[in-house]
């Protein structure tokens, strides 16, 4: 993840880290609670398609 959120690229966008902001705007793009999200991050690791994956298989 870069160090400024504000310089943003491909290799940024195709990963998600444990910050809150992250964790807020998935939770809100998935329409999920953030301590789920927060879980699928950790298990699924930080591939963004990969913790979309592990989101829609689980039910909250």
Known sequence: MAD???KRGPPDRDRVSQQPHEVAYLAKR???PRRVVASAVR???PLRKEV???LTKRSP
């Open 4 to 6: 400024d959120p504000t």
């Open 30 to 32: 998935t329409r999920k």
């Open 43 to 45: 298990s699924a690791g």
């Open 52 to 54: 979309i994956r592990s």
